[in-house]
């Protein structure tokens, strides 16, 4: 059986670059931090990590094994957080995934009064605009736009999610303002390597509409700025742009004949069995974040992502 004191060293010996500055740590000698460690590889029958008198690294498999090492942690601190007589609020670690223009302009100014709220609580915010693999690095939600393909996993749409078209007024005036759908097969349509077609809502049914463009990236603030800087038509969320509206370095543009699908915010779980209360409480007040933007709410439970 794994003991959680020997996880603990593991999770802290790698936390401190060394065994005895996690001894230190956790009020133990060198020998014993030692020990503990041996006793999870022995449990595991596995090598953890390669030591040497003067440093420490993971092995493939303790790589492996570390987010989990860190889950058993966490949950460890909400079993006992969950127990104590004060046990109001959110404890531990939560871990959230995000885009790197969603995580900076929406996930980060709400996380201030939300730590504010739950001072036993600490937050790990992963930025990337690639999808993350979850369950591997321990990430407790992943926060997405869009249209979801990861099977196996479990979420819930948050709120809408408002999109449209905007150019630079340089870019409309050197070749013209598209008014409808077929016109974008003549404009420069700035999107990622993958993309081929938007997606749209024409009076109530959904439009794939073919696109290309000479300039791709696969990061939504090179296309931002990309857009900003006159290289063509970019499709990007209403929050994403409101600055650059209000002080017309870009222009909105309204197409007869549809508009980008509304895909939603979603919360994405490895899984729906264990939801620790810092995870609802996260949720519950990211919800009530985004209607406070002007975000319509959904109301939906978690569902099986097909």
Not at 38 to 48: D, I, K, N, S, T
């Amino acid at each position: 059986m794994i003991e959680i004191a020997d996880v603990t060293v593991l999770v802290h010996a790698i936390q401190q670059g060394s065994l005895s500055a996690a001894g230190r740590q956790l009020g133990l000698t060198p020998v014993v931090a030692s020990r503990r460690l041996a006793a999870l590889e022995q449990e595991l029958g596995v090598r953890l990590v390669n030591r040497t008198t003067r440093s420490l690294s993971l092995t493939p498999e303790g790589e492996a094994f570390l987010p989990h090492a860190e889950a058993m942690l966490d949950h460890a601190d909400e079993g006992r957080a969950a127990a104590a007589p004060d046990s109001a609020g959110a404890s531990g670690v939560l871990r959230i995934a995000a885009s790197v223009p969603f995580g900076r302009k929406v996930v980060t100014p709400m996380l201030a009064p939300f730590l504010g709220m739950h001072p036993r609580l600490r937050v790990e915010l992963r930025l990337s605009d690639a999808f993350v693999d979850i369950a591997g690095q321990g990430i407790d939600v992943a926060l997405r736009l869009g249209e979801l393909r990861d099977n196996g996993l479990v979420a819930r749409r948050l709120a809408d999610n408002p999109r449209g078209l905007y150019a630079a007024p340089a870019y409309l005036a050197a070749h013209g303002t598209p008014t409808s759908l077929k016109d974008l097969q003549h404009h420069e349509c700035l999107s990622t390597p993958a993309t081929s077609h938007w997606s749209f809502d024409s009076n109530g049914r959904p439009v794939r509409q073919a696109i290309k463009g000479r300039f791709v990236a696969d990061s939504v603030d090179a296309l931002h700025q990309a857009s900003i800087s006159g290289l063509g038509i970019v499709g990007l969320s209403e929050w994403n742009v409101r600055e650059e509206v209000a002080d017309g370095r870009l222009t909105p543009i309204v197409l007869a004949d549809g508009k980008l699908a509304d895909q939603g915010i979603w919360a994405v779980l490895a899984s729906r069995r264990y939801q620790p209360a810092k995870l609802r409480l996260f949720l519950d007040a990211f919800g009530t974040y985004l209607t406070g933007l002007g975000h319509s709410r959904a109301l939906e439970d978690f569902c099986r992502v097909a």
